[in-house]
């Protein structure tokens, strides 16, 4: 039976990126992009099956700012398939990007160098808004759209015989100190992006707990630093070309400079469940090993 893949943002980006790499792995696969923007998404789905002809490749289309949407998406699923073996929940904003010129200058003259560019920490505040169900946009974006759509996709997720994988785009920007609980949708912040991808990260381990024993299971992956149609717009382009020699030299010293989505997809496939399995095996099989040492040697002693 083919594999069945859905990828939230698949219309640009890590997402797009995303998407071909999954169908160069599995001509077979069954991937379903879930776009809200229904003719990018026809462009990508038929340049997807032009480059791979033995793939299914579909559409859902879906605004996870918007919830209704959500809940008809779900619906749609549901009754297209009958289980997804991965989810990538990866669309995701940070609107109206504000940098903070002081802290680029002072940071690129110091040892932080490295630690601000990959974490974006103290250069980036946003601009956020509510949406028509009067929450954060980026929190429901980010955050909470994806946690609606697991909820009503559990169906489709949850099967004891297999298990399902969900895999999040999270981001080094997240940080715990931007998160609060009094205020999870970080409405009296500045830094909703990085308050949204740490909240990804706790809703991941909620998730796990909440899950696993359904067969359900959730990991957080961060792209790395990339020029993608979300962080074209921190910087006018001049300075992006002005940045970008400093940041290729950078990439010696840090891996997190992944630079293109291309590069950026590699986190995310490397958690393949066959390799994860093996591993899980290997280790077994060490405990086992290391166990009979132990009991030899104390009994020897
Ligand atoms: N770029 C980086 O350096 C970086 C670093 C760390 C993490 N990330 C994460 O990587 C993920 C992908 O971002 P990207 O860099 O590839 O940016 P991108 O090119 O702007 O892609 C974002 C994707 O999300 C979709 N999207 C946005 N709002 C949506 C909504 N309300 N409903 C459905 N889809 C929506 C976009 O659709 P449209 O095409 O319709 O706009 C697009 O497909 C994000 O979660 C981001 O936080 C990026």
């Given amino acids: 039976m083919r594999k069945a893949v859905l990828v939230t943002g698949a219309s640009s980006g ?3 990126a995303l998407c071909k790499r999954l169908l ?19 462009a990508v789905c038929e340049a997807l099956l032009a480059s791979h002809p033995l793939a299914e490749v579909s559409i859902v289309q879906v605004d996870v700012s918007n919830l209704q949407s959500v809940f008809r998406a779900s619906e749609e699923l549901k009754q297209r398939f009958q289980r997804l073996d991965y989810v990538y929940l990866n669309a995701g904003i940070m609107p109206n990007p504000q940098l903070n010129i002081k802290a680029l200058f002072s940071g690129l003259f110091s040892r932080k160098v490295i630690h601000m560019f990959s974490t974006a920490e103290g250069l980036l505040t946003q601009e956020d808004q509510i949406t028509a169900d009067g929450l954060q946009e980026v929190f429901e974006t980010n955050v909470f759209g994806h946690f609606i759509l697991i ?15 969900l895999i999040w785009t999270s981001s080094r920007n997240a940080r715990k100190s931007n998160f609060c609980l009094e205020d999870i949708q970080h409405s009296r912040g500045q830094e909703p992006y990085s308050s949204s991808k740490y909240a990804v990260d706790l809703l991941s381990v909620a998730v796990n707990r909440n899950f696993n024993s ?4 959730s990991s957080v992956v961060c792209p790395g630093t990339m020029v993608t149609n979300m962080t074209c717009g921190i910087l006018p382009p001049f300075v992006w070309t002005l940045l970008m020699p400093i940041i290729w030299l950078l990439r010696f010293f840090a891996n997190a400079f992944t630079l293109t989505p291309y590069n ?14 093996k591993f899980y095996q290997n280790l077994l099989e060490l405990e086992k090993h290391v166990r009979a040492t132990i009991q030899k040697r104390n009994h020897q002693s």
């Fill in 24 to 42: 160069e792995e599995d001509h077979e696969l069954h991937l379903c992009l879930a776009c809200r923007n229904r003719s990018k998404a026809e």
């Fill in 214 to 217: 359904r067969g359900l299971y």
């Fill in 151 to 165: 909820q009503e996709l559990a169906p489709l997720l949850c099967h004891s015989d297999s298990p399902s994988q």
């Fill in 14 to 16: 890590v997402g797009l």
């Fill in 264 to 277: 950026g997809t590699e986190a995310l496939m490397d958690l393949d469940e066959d390799t994860a399995e």
